[in-house]
Structures are given as C-alpha cells and as structure tokens.
C-alpha cells in the first residue's frame, strides 16, 4: 500500500498482550482520541481560510486504521481521503492541517503546548496522552515522510494541555453522590451530588471498588480541580468509598457546598472568547 506522506505509525513498546494484538477498549479510546483531535485542529485551521466548507473540512480531517501488524504492535492511520485529493486546494488545506496535527504529537513528547493550540485541541491531546498508557508503555511515532518521536507513555505531561481556568490544588475534598462510570478503562468515574452537579473523578485509585458502586451512592475524597473563581471542577486521584450517610439524613436538593464552588458543569463545551455564564445562557436560548 501506497503511504501518504502525512500517514503515521504508532508503534506501541511494552503492551501486555502479544504482538501484533491490542484490546478493542484501547484501540477505541486512542483511536477516538485521535480522530476528536485531528477533526478539532481541521476546524481550526479551516476556520482561518475563507470558503472553506464543513463537507470540505471534514473530507481532510478524516483518518482511518489502515493495519495492525507485528513488530511490538504497530498501528497504522491513514490521513486524510484515501485517493490523491482532486482539489489542489482541499491539498493544501491537508497540509496546513497535518503540520499542525504533527506539532501537537512532538508537544506530547517534549511537554510543550504550541501557542496556538486553543483549549479544545488541548482537551483532546489530554484524552489521547490518557489512553495510550492504558494500551502500552512506550510509544513511537512515525510519519511517512521520515519524521518520529519516541516517549514514555506514563510519563505524559498533563500540566501544559490543561485548561488555564483550571488549577490541580492540594486540598482534599470529599463528595458524595450516586456513582457512574464515564470509561472503566481509563479510570474515569463522575459522581452526581444532591444539588445537581456532575463532578468528574479523573484517575481513581481503587478502580475495582469504584466498579463495584456504579449505580449507587459513594464518596470520593481527592485533590480539588477548582477554576479561576474557586469553583470545584473534578477531583484527581480520588479514594472511592461506599456511602455511610444513611438516607433519612441525606439533603433533599440543598446545596451541599458554597454555591460559588459547585457551579454546575454544563453538557456543553464552553465556548471560546464567552465567560462560563455566557456560554450556558447561549447554549440554553438556542436549545428553547
């Protein structure tokens, strides 16, 4: 098969089953990861050029497995349309999007954010850099024009890629609420709290137990994630407990914590250039 300049291979050091195999649940997640990043720096890129249509960017932004084979593991993706574009344009466009693509892989190895990567594309680096520890230990990364970068998996800076809004603290935080799974694989639990608020639980420690509660009440006690106006965002490497709060004693709807530290999250992306509460009252009038 005939590789695209732009096409890449992950090759994947250290997994723990044989080569030239790899879990469904690992392949979804970085595939996925992949392709919500690829399509988030093709809106942007496309977004810079006039004329550019969403049928057009998404004709580029689109990749695609193109083998598993032997030697550690290695992953094929094809980018982009599977013939030579006939557009000399949707080419160029192509181009621009892929450097971009290309920076944001050597940003994960060197812990360097570009400048220009806004907060989405940043969000999307985070979920690839989550998924691929769970699939192996190092990670190689080859373009077919030549260029590679190699890293430790595990050793992913998360620091650079994080929201500017959003600050891991040292302060220990308990809530409690009913429990449910966002992605078992990489450790990915939410809980639901009397007063409304979903707060994801990013990284839990005790896995197996946390399994065991879905669906019920529990308590979480980590580090608070809080934004730029204190307002609880998610806990990190949280122990999760059964509830012992028996239920007549459980609020009925008041709300638990200061209500400037549990504003609740939207099911929406904020959107850039808006306040929180501009974002929400945007989404809310055009969803009436």
């Given at each position: 098969m005939t590789m695209d300049a732009h096409d890449l291979t992950f090759r994947l050091i250290g997994t723990q089953l044989p080569p030239g195999q790899l879990g469904l649940a690992d392949v979804a997640d970085i595939c996925r990861a992949l392709q919500d990043l690829n399509t988030?720096?093709?809106?942007?890129?496309?977004?810079?050029r006039a004329g550019r249509t969403g049928e057009a960017t998404a004709r580029v932004a689109r990749l695609r497995i193109t083998s598993i084979v032997v030697g550690s593991t290695k992953l094929g993706v094809g980018y982009g349309e599977t013939n030579a574009l006939p557009d000399?344009?949707?080419?160029?466009l192509e181009d621009a999007i892929s450097e971009k693509f290309w920076e944001i892989i050597a940003g994960m190895t060197t812990g360097v954010r570009p400048d220009?990567?806004?907060e989405g594309v940043a969000r999307s680096t985070l979920e690839l850099g989550d998924?691929?520890?769970?699939?192996?230990?190092?990670?190689?990364?080859?373009?077919a024009?030549?260029?590679?970068?190699?890293?430790?998996?595990?050793?992913?800076?998360?620091?650079?890629?994080?929201?500017?809004?959003?600050?891991?603290?040292?302060?220990?935080?308990?809530?409690?609420?009913?429990?449910?799974?966002?992605d078992l694989d990489s450790h990915r639990f939410r809980i639901r709290d009397d007063a409304?608020?979903?707060?994801?639980?990013?990284?839990?420690?005790?896995?197996?137990?946390?399994?065991?509660?879905?669906?019920?009440?529990?308590?979480?006690?980590?580090?608070?994630?809080?934004?730029?106006?204190g307002e609880l965002k998610a806990l990190t490497a949280p122990i999760v407990s059964p509830s012992t709060v028996p239920a007549l004693w459980r609020p009925s709807g008041q709300q638990r914590l200061r209500p400037e530290f549990t504003r609740q999250r939207p099911d929406w992306e904020p959107i850039e250039g808006l306040t929180d509460e501009e974002s929400d009252r945007f989404m809310a009038a055009i969803s009436e």
């Open positions: 988030k720096i093709s809106r942007l890129v496309a977004g810079q000399p344009e949707l080419s160029t220009w990567a806004p998924a691929l520890p769970h699939a192996a230990k190092r990670v190689e990364v080859r373009r024009d030549h260029r590679h970068v190699r890293f430790e998996a595990k050793f992913f800076v998360r620091e650079p890629w994080q929201a500017s809004d959003e600050t891991v603290t040292e302060e220990t935080v308990t809530v409690e609420g009913e429990l449910t799974a966002v409304g608020n979903a707060i994801p639980l990013m990284d839990v420690q005790n896995q197996d137990t946390a399994a065991r509660l879905i669906a019920g009440r529990a308590t979480a006690t980590g580090l608070a994630v809080r934004g730029r106006r």
